[in-house]
T-cell receptor, first 113, second 113 residues
Framework: DVKVTQSSRYLVKRTGEKVFLECVQD?????MFWYRQDPGLGLRLIYF???????EKGDIPEGYSVSREKKERFSLILESASTNQTSMYLC????????????FGPGTRLTVL | GQQVMQIPQYQHVQEGEDFTTYCNSSTTLSNIQWYKQRPGGHPVFLIQLVKSGEVKKQKRLTFQFGEAKKNSSLHITATQTTDVGTYFC?????????????FGKGTKLSVIP
């Protein structure tokens, strides 16, 4: 059974803290993605990675960075968390089923106080 | 940049009524994917359409891809409470080998029993 796991389901942090969101996939795919989801705004791409140590900015990279040291792990980093980064964060990879659809993790709901 | 617009944003229907959500792209798409996100869950892939004018059915769900490959629709016949959730369309970014998707903002469906 394929899996994408995220380190926390819920997370509460304080303004200014450095926050790490971890994502691990077992599909052995090169591509991984980080999205944030906010009501009325849909899914917005923050960063994606197409190989180990490779990354590309998505639509809203400001305030975020990423790390991809191993193929199965893609980390999203909030260098100095702010209240406007309170959101649902979703990690995804590709399921090579023939459709190359994105397969999502369960999400991390981050609250920044 | 590429935009994928989806309407309506919200739809409330009585159980048994039909439901349709529409997706329009600012550019011609090579394919379009549809996802469903149940309340509290993560997006799950439903289907991919590739051919101009393509129609696919999954039980009570009918998916269409426009002749110009710039629009798509999802129609649910005789909605049930299990259909509740947010439905997203997504089109691929242009660029060979890219798995990146642009998601519409989604249509949130509520079904009144």
């Amino acid at each position: 059974d394929v899996k994408v796991t995220q380190s926390s389901r819920y997370l509460v942090k304080r303004t200014g803290e450095k926050v790490f969101l971890e994502c691990v996939q077992d599909m052995d795919h090169e591509n991984m993605f980080w999205y944030r989801q906010d009501p009325g705004l849909g899914l917005r791409l923050i960063y994606f990675s197409y190989d180990v140590k490779m990354k590309e900015k998505g639509d809203i990279p400001e305030g975020y960075s990423v790390s991809r040291e191993k193929k199965e792990r893609f980390s999203l980093i909030l260098e100095s968390a702010s209240t406007n980064q309170t959101s649902m964060y979703l990690c995804a990879t590709i399921l090579s089923s023939g459709y190359n659809e994105q397969f999502f993790g369960p999400g991390t709901r981050l609250t920044v106080l | 940049g590429q935009q994928v617009m989806q309407i309506p944003q919200y739809q409330h229907v009585q159980e048994g009524e039909d439901f349709t959500t529409y997706c329009n792209s600012s550019t011609t798409l090579s394919n379009i994917q549809w996802y469903k996100q149940r309340p509290g869950g993560h997006p799950v892939f439903l289907i991919q359409l590739v051919k101009s004018g393509e129609v696919k059915k999954q039980k009570r769900l009918t998916f269409q891809f426009g002749e110009a490959k710039k629009n798509s629709s999802l129609h649910i016949t005789a909605t049930q409470t299990t259909d509740v959730g947010t439905y997203f369309c997504a089109g691929p970014y242009s660029g060979a080998g890219s798995y990146q998707l642009t998601f519409g903002k989604g249509t949130k469906l509520s079904v009144i029993p």
